[in-house]
């Protein structure tokens, strides 16, 4: 159990265009989902929170104009870069965390690497 | 913000060696997760510490979460090269529904 996918797995874009990754908790209802990013041979590093039915609350330094979620189901939560650049080339991985109390445990998806040229 | 340190940062074995992880910080978390990364992939969960002083074991890993909850270290024994990947130490913040801090991350190599 405990399944998340991401959608898709790689993508390459061109400069100035915007896309959208899907990540979705497969096998059970995610109260909250996470989007991280990754560059190479580093740590994960957390861009945004969001619950399901209210707004993300994004980290510090992650702009949120640029980087818009929408996590409008339990399931399903929507990561989209816009007006992408090199710059947004990375590993971007989503994780979900579900039921109440005492749960603290994410599960991650396996991840969607961007390539903006 | 809450910090994790994790040493060591990379790690080269041949098969068979035994090797351990450290995971430390200064402040006190609520719950501590170890997870196994392989490259163009994401996390795998692979234990759970919430408990000071727990230890839980994993087949040939053995997990031991510190008296004060303030660290964790991942202990390996008899390597194999199945075994390779990165090993990322993850405490949570601010009580069970708070956000997850990653250590840095252990490199671990296992060579036939």
């Known amino acids: 159990g405990a399944v998340v996918s991401q959608h898709p797995s790689w993508v390459i874009c061109k400069s100035g265009t915007s896309v959208k990754i899907e990540c979705r908790s497969l096998?059970?209802?995610?109260?909250?989902m996470f989007w991280y990013r990754q560059f190479p041979k580093q740590s994960l590093m957390l861009m945004a929170t969001s619950n399901e039915g209210s707004k993300a609350t994004y980290e510090q330094g992650v702009e949120k104009d640029k980087f818009l979620i929408n996590h409008a189901s339990l399931t399903l939560s929507t990561l989209t870069v816009t007006s992408a650049h090199p710059e947004d080339s990375s590993f971007y991985i989503c994780?979900?965390?579900?039921?109440?109390?005492?749960?603290?445990?994410?599960?991650f998806g396996p991840g969607t690497r961007l390539t903006v040229t | 913000t809450q910090l994790l340190e994790q040493s060591p940062q990379f790690l080269s074995i041949q098969e068979g060696e035994n090797l351990t992880v450290y995971c430390n910080s200064s402040s006190v978390f609520s719950s501590l997760q170890w997870y196994r990364q392989e490259p163009g992939e994401g996390p795998v969960l692979l234990v759970t510490v919430v408990t000071g002083g727990e230890v839980k074991k994993l087949k040939r890993l053995t997990f031991q979460f510190g008296d004060a909850r303030k660290d964790s270290s991942l202990h390996i024994t008899a390597a194999q090269p199945g075994d390779t990947g990165l090993y990322l130490c993850a405490g949570a913040e601010g009580g069970s529904q708070g956000n997850l801090i990653f250590g840095k991350g252990t490199k671990l190599s296992v060579k036939p």
């Open positions: 096998d059970f209802q995610a109260t909250t």
């Open positions: 994780s979900a965390r579900g039921g109440t109390g005492g749960t603290y445990e994410q599960y």
